[in-house]
């Protein structure tokens, strides 16, 4: 194909892409099945890989081109992002109004009614259509710059064409502010997988939200699936629109994502029935919201009104009360996770909050119970938020209630041996969490056995928690490998299975075996070994055996792979029965040599050390950079070394080197080493 026919078919092709990413992610409502779409987004990328010359920054396959990296650089903002003073009564609300009415010298004032979304603000800027730069609110004067973690977000256009611009009323070069948020599916699904890897889970939607906006690696803030909602749109610096509601009509029809929940008020009447009606309406969100933001809707009135310190005048937050109350503790119970670790849940005496009863009430870990000093009888305060499971928030010291159980206050134990199967309970010293130390324990097999069987590690439909439970229950199944030994007689015994589920599962078992290395590895549940790691791992060893042998120090050598999964991952194997285990899936027949991705051999056999501030790409592109070329890359200098890269600042390392008598080559030397 000529460059000009193949520049033509990727910018129809293109085009065809951004309909469709609107289609699905910013309206909801998709025109055609993901298999077609991501036909279309296959088809651009083997013509991009053709013409690699013809790949712009706003080309919908450029979502997650972006690398690691070891931070985030300072970026200012073209004016101040301020904050907003919350109301929290009918009362607060009316005084705010009162003010408005002072101050302006005017009743017949419209309020724009919106949703407050409880995410992260970002300001986004635009220029020629194009998505340039994405900040964080920061201290409201200056932010951190995160567009490539900004630009995996799909409802963000990457571009908007000069037709919707000219449509909406919009100039070329615009900034567009809002408000980043995680759905509480991805969410759930999120703080899921944390739990099967034995990472810590994020404690409600809005931190998950900032820890994901400030991942140093993009291609982890597109697996999250965040959600951006527009509700500003500045031209440098100042409020384009005369008014806030036709600035939301023209965000919308321009492309970008603005929530269909806002109403033009009339009057402060208007505004509270707006409020009433989402505070149970809130319940029913795909998202959480903590209150409604209530905005005068004349951009001149705004301007007249003005700010005071950090927060407009012309704008206030209604909060809605935290969604809790007050019951009893009556008892603390262990729940033993996935991973081994216990959790002490408190049982309530069942208490309703907003909308449903609630009985349970996490604590967390013991260090938890020691900050609220609870104690099983106590009062306590319970919270919920949307549908991430109530906490006890504190204790009610109030004497009158505080004074009588059955059992008296009594203070709570780790146990120090599982509930679940007697083994040993050990808290690592520096670690907030206790442990159940059995490999065998039921509960951790439970948990294993769903981890492996899921969608994203070995893919076996059917086979869901109620069959697992059964299966382990019964001792069927002891662990990953008894799966591949299950015969249709086995499943025929267990409640609710007819003959065709039982073909099904065996022959979805069946199909796991052709599942890549790289996904035996995921499923061994190795702790902090990840869907990313074990790509790498597979990548680098290309075969299990390779990294059953490996040594810590060759398995830092993997991108990524730090001393403290090297660690995890050579405890594993250690381990007489994961190493029997492993040999029975061998048996089994499942995948386990993979494509050994190719190394150069320029650097064959080299040693090199990185220090200072390199300039040119972050450290751990460097670090790919030489071992792609076959070299190796160590953290301290010594007479092996063979390079020092030094970069600015470069200090000790450097010293030492000059010391020994080691060759100091700067990043461009480095590039003309791999040629
Ligand atoms: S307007 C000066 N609109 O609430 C205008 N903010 O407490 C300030 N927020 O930092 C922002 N939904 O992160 C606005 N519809 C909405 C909002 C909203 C959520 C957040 C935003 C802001 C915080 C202030």
């Known amino acids: 194909m000529s460059s000009s026919a193949a520049e033509n078919k990727i910018e129809v092709l293109r085009e065809k892409i951004r309909h469709h990413e609107y289609r699905y992610y910013v309206l909801d409502d998709p025109e055609i099945s993901d298999a077609d779409f991501d036909k279309l987004m296959n088809e651009l990328k083997r013509l991009e890989a053709e013409h690699p010359k013809l790949v712009t920054t706003d080309s919908p396959t450029q979502r997650v081109g972006g690398k690691p990296r070891e931070g985030f650089v300072k970026a200012k903002h073209s004016s101040p992002m301020l904050s907003l003073d919350n109301a929290y009564s009918d009362e607060e609300l009316r005084d705010w109004e009162r003010r408005v009415h002072e101050l302006s010298g005017r009743t017949d004032i419209e309020y724009m009614c919106e949703l407050k979304l409880d995410g992260m603000s970002l300001a986004l800027g635009y220029s020629d259509g194009r998505l340039e730069r994405g900040i964080t609110r920061g201290d409201g004067s200056t932010g951190e710059d995160v567009t490539s973690n900004v630009r995996t977000v799909r409802s963000v256009p990457l571009t908007v064409s000069k037709d919707k611009l000219k449509k909406a009323g919009i100039p070329a070069d615009f900034e567009v502010r809002g408000e980043m948020l995680m759905p509480l599916a991805a969410f759930r699904r999120m703080n899921e997988e944390r739990e099967r890897q034995g990472l810590s889970v994020f404690a409600n939607p809005r931190n998950a939200t900032a820890g994901t906006v400030r991942q140093l690696e993009p291609s982890i803030t597109a697996q999250r699936r965040m959600d951006f909602f527009a509700y500003m749109l500045l031209k440098d610096g100042r409020t384009y629109f005369d008014r806030q509601s036709k600035a939301m009509d023209a965000l919308e029809l321009a492309g970008f994502k603005v929530n269909p929940n806002r109403r033009l008020a009339k009057n402060l009447e208007e505004v509270w029935k707006f409020i009433q009606s989402w505070e149970a309406k809130r319940e029913s969100l795909p998202y959480e919201i903590d209150g409604i933001v209530i905005k005068v809707d004349l951009t001149a009135w705004q301007r007249e009104l003005g700010f005071t310190g950090k927060a407009p005048r012309w704008a206030i937050a209604y909060k809605y009360a935290a969604r809790g109350g007050v019951t009893q503790i009556e008892d603390i119970l262990v729940q033993v996770g996935r991973t081994g670790k216990l959790t002490p849940v408190a049982a309530l005496k069942p208490i309703p909050i907003g909308g449903t009863t609630v009985s349970r009430a996490t604590l967390h870990n013991m260090d938890e119970i020691e900050r609220l000093g609870v104690k099983i009888g106590d009062w306590v305060e319970v919270e919920r938020g949307g549908d991430v499971i109530p906490k006890v928030v504190k204790v009610v010291e109030d004497a009158g209630k505080n004074n009588e159980h059955p059992r008296g206050h009594k203070r709570f134990e780790m146990p120090e041996h599982c509930p679940v199967c007697g083994g040993n309970v050990v808290r690592t010293p520096g670690e907030v969490d206790h442990r159940c130390v059995n490999a065998n324990c039921p509960a951790k097999l439970q948990g294993t056995i769903l981890h492996f069987a899921s969608r994203h590690v070995m893919n076996i439909d059917g086979l869901g928690e109620v069959l697992v439970n059964q299966l382990t229950e019964r001792g069927v199944v002891k662990n990953v490998a008894d799966l591949y030994k299950l015969t249709k007689d086995d499943l025929l015994q267990l409640e609710r299975m007819g003959e065709k589920s039982a073909e099904n599962v065996l022959a979805e078992i069946e199909a796991s075996k052709k599942l890549p290395l790289d996904r035996v590895i995921y499923g061994l549940g190795i702790r902090f070994v990840g869907e990313r790691t074990a790509q790498f791992l597979a990548e680098h060893f290309g075969s299990l055996d390779a990294i059953m042998k490996a040594s ?124």
Do not use: M
């Open 552 to 675: 810590a120090e060759e398995l830092e050598e993997v991108n990524e792979v730090g001393p403290r999964i090297a660690e995890s991952i050579v405890e594993f194997f250690g381990d007489e029965h994961n190493r029997k285990l492993v040999s029975d899936l061998r048996k089994a027949g499942l995948t386990f040599t993979g494509q050994k991705k190719e190394k150069g051999t320029k650097l064959a056999g080299k040693t090199f050390v990185l220090t200072g501030t390199l300039v040119r790409r972050t450290r751990d592109e460097a670090k790919k950079l030489i071992e792609d070329a076959g070299g190796r890359v160590s953290g301290s200098v010594s007479k092996k070394t063979d390079y020092v890269v030094a970069g600015s600042d470069a200090g000790s390392k450097l010293d030492k080197a000059r010391e020994l008598g080691v060759s100091v080559i700067g990043e461009e030397e480095l590039e003309g080493l791999v040629g």
